[in-house]
């Protein structure tokens, strides 16, 4: 990610822009320390984006209404001294 100083970044604003088009985000620092980061509009709309559920994942899953049989090892649990 490249980075921008605030004064370098305000002068010259829509080279940032295209370049946040081009290569990704931008970071830009105030005072040395990073401060905000410049998206291009895909960018932002794909991580803005609503993604399903965990549980609509699940429901839509290929596997739905499969019987699974799963065996459990029924071995005792091992003695730990606390």
Known sequence: ????????????????????????????????????????????????RRRPSFIDFLRRSPLVGLKLEVERDRTPARNVRL
């Open 1 to 48: 990610m490249t980075r921008w100083q605030l004064q370098e970044a305000k002068a010259r604003l829509s080279e940032l822009v295209k370049s946040s088009q081009r290569e990704g985000p931008q970071e830009i620092t105030v005072r040395g320390e990073p401060a905000v980061v410049v998206v291009s509009k895909a960018d932002y709309d794909r991580l803005r």
